[in-house]
């Protein structure tokens, strides 16, 4: 009797404890995903998202300017690096792309005109649309920036940038010293009026444009002639400069040589390259298929 009692004891407490064991491992689970929805975090999405390994402090911003006050909340990001499916590095770009979207600094030759030179460019690295950033005259020679297929489209901007010009100009008398051509050259500064000179391709009419500054290189007394540097608008004509130049001094003057050194962004110490670079380019690519000379002078 009193080993079936105990038997009877045994299987009634193993009836009892078995369903309290599966109530607490419910409870605890309804306890997670409650703290999982008041977090925020999906079950689905949880194993997509990486969280940062550091977090970033917040920035004080008490002590910054009035212009930057909440300037760190403009720019939010996610903690997790997202890699883009398109696109690659400037120097791993192919070079059908990178032409697509090229720029050229050339330094223009003296003779051809500038729609000559970009015509020839357009047929040696076989472009469908080429555009330059300004005229250059055929005596003149310096920075012309050649735009290539789509690049095309920052023709307009380029065209309206400011220009720097170096200039030889000739006087018809003894002027004197260099001091009396930069005090000429100090009062032609700022917003002037100019008319185009005799042979030009557009109507001659007064036109306003600005010179930003000048300044005399230097002074030969025997042969009359000066170089000089400036710093002007677009469209701005040295030619008629050089002749306000030699009115301003009484002895009359008439411009000799004239180089762009720089045309927007661009100088002449910068990415600049001869026809003779782009020719030899193209053909290191079509028949060695070496793309860093091609390279080098593309931008």
């Known amino acids: 009797l009193k080993y079936w009692l105990r038997l009877g004891r045994a299987i009634c407490c193993q009836g009892f404890r078995a369903p309290l064991c599966k109530y607490s491992e419910a409870a605890a689970m309804a306890e ?74 050339l330094d223009k030759p003296v003779n051809p005109s500038s729609h000559e030179v970009v015509s020839w460019i357009k047929r040696i690295l076989k472009c469908e649309k080429t555009g330059h950033s300004g005229t250059l005259d055929p005596k003149v020679s310096g920075c012309l920036l050649v735009c290539l297929n789509r690049a095309t489209r920052l023709v307009k901007a380029q065209q309206t940038a400011g220009k720097e010009y170096v200039a030889v100009v000739r006087f018809h008398e003894d002027v004197g010293s260099a001091a009396k051509v930069q005090q000429a050259l100090d009062h032609l500064t700022g917003a002037l009026f ?97 793309e860093k000379y091609l390279r080098r002078t593309v931008m």
């Open 32 to 105: 997670v995903a409650k703290k999982k929805k008041k977090e925020g975090v999906d079950d689905s999405k949880a194993k997509l998202f990486i969280q940062p390994e550091e977090t970033q402090k917040p920035i004080d911003t008490s002590s910054w300017p009035l212009l930057l006050k909440n300037y760190s909340e403009l720019l939010v990001r996610t903690g997790h690096y997202t890699p883009l499916p398109y696109g690659c590095s400037p120097m791993s770009r192919p070079l059908d792309l990178y032409l697509l979207y090229g720029i050229l600094n």
């Open 194 to 290: 100019q008319r185009p000179p005799v042979i030009s391709a557009v109507k001659r009419q007064l036109r306003v444009r600005t010179i930003y500054e000048a300044k005399v290189v230097e002074y030969n007394k025997k042969r009359h002639m000066a170089i000089f540097w400036t710093s002007c608008e677009a469209g701005t004509y040295i030619r008629t400069m050089c002749v306000h130049l030699g009115l301003m001094l009484g002895v009359g003057a008439h411009m000799q040589e004239l180089r762009r050194v720089r045309s927007g962004v661009l100088d002449e110490n910068r990415y600049m390259s001869t026809m003779h670079d782009v020719l030899d380019a193209q053909y290191m690519y079509e028949n060695l298929r070496d």
